[in-house]
């Protein structure tokens, strides 16, 4: 079984490097199979659904050099295949997008439906599928598999979301890139990584307009050919050092952000207290005085990020006076409030609501992850607990965390991963 060690209680003090955006990542690499030619992604976060999905596009006959443990150039040229259909594609949630990118390219797409980080019990699609079917595609679900299917290529449609969803904005603009015509995504998520994916894609030459607002034009091209394009940081990442440095107190430099893409968490941490100061790239953000309690609500971008509401939610056990945290994405997302509650916290989940009273301290407990942002949770827990505090599960933390333990480790924080044969280590895994 592998575990984290961590023997916390200690502040941290430092400076830590922010890797590449995963959830840009996650939809790039797809997107890649829709270019003609060579493209070269830089920035790419050394983590195990990165590796997975170029692990996926390589089993469907890309070529994907690695040009250094960051840069990838990965040339579709030959893939020759709509299918999607083996083992690995269930590894990742974000395999759906090669349902957008093999339909945009192909005109059909047969893909394996997705596992990933299960919380909230079903993540449904029906967004993406009712856009790929406005676009002219007949889209059925059959023992698992998305069966996609034109006649020819994608038709420019007018698509209005009913739900503001990430992954059906990502889906549809990929499908649109090459479609006949004009698409409008309507209700568009707004989230830095769809700007990410818009302007990766224009660099290799779509034509996108109004990434980043609720309204995305995409007029369709009929190819793309390749290019290069760096990844921006990953603002979640960031913002789970900065609940670390706002639970444990202490001084960290946060380097390589956007500090606009942080300003839902940043201004929160402000409210509870912590100093954050953003410079151009990079944050300062240290913590001396006791935490104060806030109220905090989920919400697509710009509002504050589902994905920090665990974090949050512990460093929140740890202020004065009571707090709320109301999830306003997921269904349930609070399965890591009976881990924490084994560390002496008092938090009571009423619907989609935490209410958190404040303790003046936690202690150190055996965890388990259930998902990776509750990983990441459970680890900022640890280094604010007294003692030694066990964590398992972790490979959900390393799907999206790069080297956690070494950047922990380089603040002060006595972390250590005990790992057994059985479970190969990220970095022993094969790099592409
Ligand atoms: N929804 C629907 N129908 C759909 C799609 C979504 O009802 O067809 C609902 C969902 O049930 C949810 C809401 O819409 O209540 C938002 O879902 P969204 O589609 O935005 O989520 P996603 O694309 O599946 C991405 C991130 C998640 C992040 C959410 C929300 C990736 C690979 N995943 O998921 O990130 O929580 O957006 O911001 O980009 C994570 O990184 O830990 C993570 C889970």
Redesign the pocket.
């Known amino acids: 079984m592998t575990k984290y060690v961590i023997n916390g209680g200690n502040p941290i003090n430092g400076e830590v490097e922010i890797s590449g955006a995963?959830?840009a990542a996650?939809?790039i690499i797809p997107a890649a199979l829709m270019v003609d030619g060579v493209c070269r992604i830089e920035n790419l976060p050394q983590i195990s659904d990165v590796t997975t999905l170029l692990s996926i596009l390589k089993e469907m006959g890309a070529d994907i050099r690695a040009v250094n443990k960051r840069t990838v150039d990965i040339d579709c040229t030959r893939v020759k295949t709509m299918r999607a259909t083996f083992d690995t594609v269930r590894r990742i949630?974000?395999s759906y997008y090669l349902i957008g990118a093999l339909l945009g390219r192909f005109g059909n797409a047969y893909v394996t439906m997705p596992g990933?980080?299960n919380f909230?019990g079903m993540?449904?699609?029906?967004?993406?599928?009712k856009g790929f079917t406005a676009m002219g595609a007949n889209v059925s679900v059959k023992n698992g598999v998305v069966s996609a299917e034109t006649d020819k290529v994608l038709r420019g449609a007018t698509i209005y979301l009913?739900?503001?969803?990430?992954?059906?904005t990502?889906n549809l603009m990929l499908g649109a890139a090459l479609a006949e015509g004009n698409t409008y995504i309507e209700n568009a998520?707004k989230?830095p990584?769809i700007v990410d994916l818009a302007n990766f894609l224009n660099s290799m030459g779509a034509d996108i307009r109004g990434a980043g607002t609720y309204s995305i034009k995409i007029r369709g091209v009929r190819r793309m050919s390749g290019g290069s394009y760096s990844i921006i940081p990953d603002q979640?990442e960031a913002g789970t050092y900065l609940a670390a440095v706002a639970g444990a107190g202490g001084r960290i430099v946060l380097r390589d952000v956007i500090p606009k893409h942080l300003e839902g968490i940043s201004s929160k941490l402000r409210e509870m207290g912590v100093t954050v100061v953003d410079l151009e790239d990079s944050i300062i953000a240290q913590r001396t005085d006791p935490l104060l309690k806030t109220h905090i609500k989920t919400m697509?971008y710009p509002g504050f990020?589902?994905?920090m509401q665990p974090q949050i939610s512990t460093v929140l056990c740890l202020a004065n006076g009571i707090s709320t945290v109301t999830e306003g994405?997921?269904?349930n997302r609070f399965r890591y409030v009976d881990e924490l509650a084994k560390m002496g916290s008092l938090i009571r989940v009423s619907g989609r609501t935490a209410i958190i009273e404040g303790v003046s301290n936690l202690t150190g407990a055996s965890l388990k992850a259930s998902?990776?942002?509750a990983g990441a949770a459970l680890v900022i827990a640890g280094i604010c607990a007294r003692g030694e505090t066990t964590i398992e599960g972790v490979s959900y933390i390393e799907r999206?965390y790069e080297k956690m333990i070494q950047k922990l480790s380089a603040l002060g924080v006595d972390i250590k991963a005990i790992y057994t044969p059985d479970e190969p280590h990220l970095e022993e895994q094969e790099a592409v």
């Not at 993540?123 to 599928?129: K, S, T």
């Not at 009913?162 to 059906?168: R, T």
């Open positions: 995963k959830n996650v939809a949630r974000a990933g980080c909230g993540r449904p699609i029906d967004q993406h599928v009913d739900v503001v969803s990430v992954g059906a990502i998520a989230e990584h979640i697509p990020p589902t994905d994405v997921w269904d998902d990776l942002r999206g």
